[in-house]
């Protein structure tokens, strides 16, 4: 499963000078992307 593979720090930093509110992304995380990749229907 590739979402094991993401460096959320890296990604959080290449998406910074694009973010309005950089505060919106600190929950960013492994977790998190597991949470809401869950609720996908495919």
Same mark, same amino acid.
């Given at each position: 499963?590739?979402? $094991?593979?993401?460096?959320? =720090? ?7 000078? &694009? $973010?309005?509110?950089?505060? =919106? ?7 998190? &992307? ?9």
């Amino acid at each position: 499963m590739a979402i $094991v593979i993401i460096d959320y =720090s890296q990604a959080k930093e290449d998406v910074l000078p &694009f $973010v309005r509110n950089p505060d =919106s992304i600190e929950i960013w995380s492994k977790e998190f &992307f597991k949470s809401i990749t869950q609720k996908l229907i495919i």
